[in-house]
T-cell receptor, first 111, second 113 residues
Framework: GQNIDQPTEMTATEGAIVQINCTYQ??????LFWYQQHAGEAPTFLSY????GLEEKGRFSSFLSRSKGYSYLLLKELQMKDSASYLC????????????FGKGTKLSVIP | DADVTQTPRNRITKTGKRIMLECSQT?????MYWYRQDPGLGLRLIYY???????NKGEISDGYSVSRQAQAKFSLSLESAIPNQTALYFC????????????FGQGTRLTVV
């Protein structure tokens, strides 16, 4: 079976740092994706982790621990435009895009 | 112009009607996917295709059918629409092999009344 958990909602202050957690239990694993989705719009790719450790890309970083079935997305220097849903998704095998998505975390950034 | 284009963007249809959602891409990708998104349920895979001759069911294929008319076109049909098919539908494409990134269309908001 496939199970991906992430918090439903989070609120953070402009300029602050926020960490969005994702835990997964899936029958196969070949990578974890984070997507950003503004309301009513298409998901856009943020990051991909297949090996343990931290991947940094500007204000966004993503961490993976395969042994713990755990990932987090770290957003630094929050901006109002970061208000969006953040989707965690697991890829079951290499080259596939049959992703299993979590339900998403709605992040609200307040002044 | 968008790399992945979905038509229509919005549609209201009546229960029992047949409706087709279309997706076309200019990315040259082999792999195409249809997802639906419902509030509180996240994105769920309906069908996927790895090339013109390859069609596969996803997690929630019942009530849907697809056609891969060409490498660049992948359409989703609801043969007899029902209200619980009201959702936001996304088409996505990806290159084969180890390429990590997929591209989503802008979505089709479908309401079945």
């Amino acid at each position: 079976g496939q199970n991906i958990d992430q918090p439903t909602e989070m609120t953070a202050t402009e300029g602050a740092i926020v960490q969005i957690n994702c835990t997964y239990q899936t029958s196969g694993f070949n990578g974890l994706f984070w997507y950003q989705q503004h309301a009513g719009e298409a998901p856009t790719f943020l990051s991909y982790n297949v090996l343990d450790g931290l991947e940094e890309k500007g204000r966004f970083s993503s961490f993976l621990s395969r042994s713990k079935g755990y990932s987090y997305l770290l957003l630094k220097e929050l901006q109002m435009k970061d208000s969006a849903s953040y989707l965690c998704a697991v890829r079951p095998w290499a080259g596939s895009y049959q992703l299993t998505f979590g339900k998403g975390t709605k992040l609200s950034v307040i002044p | 112009d968008a790399d992945v284009t979905q038509t229509p963007r919005n549609r209201i249809t009546k229960t029992g009607k047949r409706i087709m959602l279309e997706c076309s891409q200019t990315k040259g990708h082999d792999r195409m996917y249809w997802y639906r998104q419902d509030p509180g349920l996240g994105l769920r895979l309906i069908y996927y295709s790895f090339d013109v001759k390859d069609i596969n069911k996803g997690e929630i294929s019942d009530g849907y059918s697809v056609s891969r008319q060409a490498q660049a076109k992948f359409s989703l049909s609801l043969e007899s629409a029902i209200p619980n098919q009201t959702a936001l539908y996304f088409c996505a494409t990806a290159a084969g092999g180890g390429n990590t990134e997929a591209f989503f269309g802008q979505g089709t908001r479908l309401t079945v009344v």
